[in-house]
C-alpha cells in the first residue's frame, strides 16, 4: 500500500478546499506531520498555504497549554492566498490541543482525537474538569475516537525499539489517517523518510509501518463513511517548488548576489523567528556565501558592516529584539553609506514578548529607531514567495544607492509555505556595481550625479585609501568635520538620496476601481487575508480596492493622489496603526485602522466584517 492506487477506499467525494489542521504536544511532531501533509498536497498539484503554530515556551510540560504546537493547511483546486480562517479537519493529540484549538472549528467540523491521551493527569493538566470525549461536550462536532498510541504500538510490534520511540510514530499513524480521508499519495512521504532517516533504517521501518498502519486501519474499521478528494489547482506553466518565506529570502539574497557578482557576508545571532535565514545561506558556499554566526546582535551587523566594506554584501537578520541592539550599528551603516540589507523578521513584543508568534510592529522603529536622521530605505515582503523578489529588490537598492536598506517580513510569512514559480535566470533583474578603481581625482564623498550615492572603494585599492567612521565627515573630502554648516549639508544629502528611491520603484497599483468608496491600504503579511477577503466582499458586490505597499520608505509617487479618489480608506495592520499614523501624517487623509495584535494574522473574515462595517456607517 506505498501507492495511492493500492489504497482501498469508498468512492471520493469531491471537494474544492480543505483546512486541516494538526495539533498536540511539541514533542508530538505536529510540523512535521503538517509539513508532510503540505508536500504531498503540492507533489498532487495542488495549491498550498499553510500556517506552523510554534510554542513559545521551548521545555514546556508535556501536556500542558503553552506547550501546544499547531499545524494548518489549507489545499485547493483553485487560487488560494491564506491557510484559512477555520479548520474543517481538527486532529487533537491530546486534551490541551483539543482545549487550545477547538473554539476555531465549526460546528458539525471533523474531530480526530487520540483517545489514548484523555487520561486524568492529562485533563487536569488542560483544565478539563470532565473528560470531554465522555461528556458531551463535542456532541456538535464530527468526533472520531482513535486510540492512536495503542494502534502504533501494534503497527510497530514488529520492530525492535524502545517503546519511547515507537509511541512517537504515532504522527505517522495519524497522517496515513489523514492521507486515507483525502487519498492522498504516500510516495513522497516514503521518500522522505528514507532521506531524513538514511542512517537509522529503524526509523524509517518504523515510521513506513505506522503511516501504512494508519491507513490500513481506515480500511479495517471503515471509520469515515465518504472520502475526500481536491483536484489539481491550475498553474501557469513552469516548475514549481513548495518554498516558505525564510528560505525565499535565502534564495533571493543569492541570486541577487550572483546578479551583481559580489558574494555575500551572512553575520547574524541567533533569534526567533530569523534564524533559519542563516541556516539557509549557510548551506550556499559555493555561490560566495560567507556566513559567520556572531557572539551577539551588535557584533552581526559590525561584521556586516565590515564586509561591506571590503566589497561583499553585507547581510544581516533578526526579529525586534536584535533590531533594538542593532540601532547604534545601523546609525554607523547610515553615516558610513555602504550597501547593507538587515532583515526584520518581525514578532511580537515589546521586550522578548511572544517569540513565535507573528507581529508587523517594528515599522516605526525601522523608520526612526536610531539616534538623530539617520533615514534608510524599508520595504516589505507580502508572500512566501514574495520574499525572493523582495530580497532581491532589497540589494539592489542597497548597491545602487550605497545604503542600508531594511527588510520587513514577520513569522507568519518567514515561516507559511505556498508553491513558488522558480523564475529563470532571465527573469532575475540586473545589478549593477561599480567598484571605484581609478585613484584620480578620487574623493570618498563625492557622489553620483542622479543618485547621490558615493564611490564603493575597496580596501587595498592603490590610490584610493580614504577612512570611514561614525564622525560626521566633510562633504566629498571625507575629513572628520564639525561644522555646524557641513553637518546640515551632510545630514540633507544623506536624506535627499534615500528620497531620490521614489524615482527608481514602481507606482502603486490599485486592485479594483482606481476610484470609489472604499480603498484598502497595507502592508507585509496581511496580503493573502486581503485577497481572500476581496474575492469574498466582490463575490456579494461590494466595490472595495486595494493597495498594497512594498516600498514604504519612500512611498510610491502617486499613492498620495490615489487615497485622495477615494471616500474612506482602512488600513488592516497586525500593530496599533503605524502605517495608518504615515498615511494620516503624509497624506492629511481620514485613514482608518483596523488593528490585530494576537500574535495571530488576520482571518479573511474579520477584514470582510471591518468593510462592511465601514459601509454601514456611511
Known sequence: MSTRTEIKHPAPQQVDRVVVRFAGDSGDGMQVTGNQFTNTAAFAGNDVSTFPDFPAEIRAPAGSLPGVSGFQLNFASHDIHTPGDSPDVLVAMNPAALQVNLKDLPLNGLLIVNEDNFGEKNLTMAGYQTNPLEDGSLDGYRTIKVPLTTLTRRALESVDMPRKQVDRCKNFFALGIMYYLYNRPTAPTESFLKRYFAKRPELVEANLLALRGGIAYCEAARIFQTTYEVAKAEFPPGRYRNINGNSALALGLVAASQQASTGILMASYPITPASDVLHALSRHKRFGVMTFQAEDEISAICAAIGGAYAGKLGITATSGPGMALKSEALGLAVAVELPLVVIDVQRGGPSTGLPTKTEQADLFQALWGRNSEAPIPIIAAATP??????????????????????????????????????????????????????????????????????????????????????????????????????????????????????????????????????????????????????????????????????????????????????????????????????????????????????????????????????????
Open 385 to 618: 514567495g514574495d520574499c525572493f523578489w523582495t530580497a532581491i529588490e532589497a540589494v539592489r537598492l542597497a548597491i545602487k544607492y550605497m545604503t542600508p536598506v531594511i527588510l520587513l517580513s514577520d513569522g507568519y510569512v518567514a515561516n507559511g509555505a505556498e508553491p513558488w514559480l522558480i523564475p529563470s535566470v532571465e527573469d532575475l533583474p540586473r545589478i549593477d556595481v561599480k567598484y571605484r578603481t581609478d585613484p584620480e581625482n578620487f574623493h570618498p564623498y563625492e557622489r553620483d550625479t542622479d543618485t547621490l550615492a558615493r564611490p564603493w572603494a575597496i580596501p587595498g585599492t592603490p590610490g584610493l585609501e580614504h577612512r570611514i567612521g561614525g564622525l560626521e565627515k566633510q562633504n566629498v573630502t571625507g575629513h572628520v568635520n564639525y561644522d555646524g554648516e557641513n553637518h546640515e549639508m551632510m545630514v540633507r544629502l544623506r536624506d535627499q538620496r534615500v528620497r531620490n528611491i521614489e524615482n527608481d520603484i514602481a507606482d502603486a497599483e490599485v486592485n479594483g476601481p482606481d476610484r470609489g468608496k472604499a480603498l484598502i491600504v497595507a502592508w507585509g503579511s496581511t496580503y493573502g487575508p486581503i485577497q481572500s477577503a476581496l474575492q469574498t466582499l466582490r463575490a456579494d458586490g461590494v466595490e472595495v480596492s486595494h493597495v498594497h505597499l512594498r516600498h514604504l520608505n519612500p512611498m510610491p509617487k502617486n499613492l498620495g493622489d490615489i487615497l485622495q479618489r477615494f471616500e474612506q480608506i482602512i488600513v488592516p495592520e497586525l500593530n496599533l496603526g503605524q502605517l495608518t499614523t504615515l498615511l494620516r501624517a503624509r497624506y492629511l487623509v481620514d485613514a482608518k485602522v483596523l488593528s490585530k495584535v494576537q500574535g495571530m494574522p488576520f482571518k479573511a473574515s474579520e477584514i470582510v466584517d471591518a468593510v462592511r462595517q465601514l459601509g454601514s456607517q456611511s
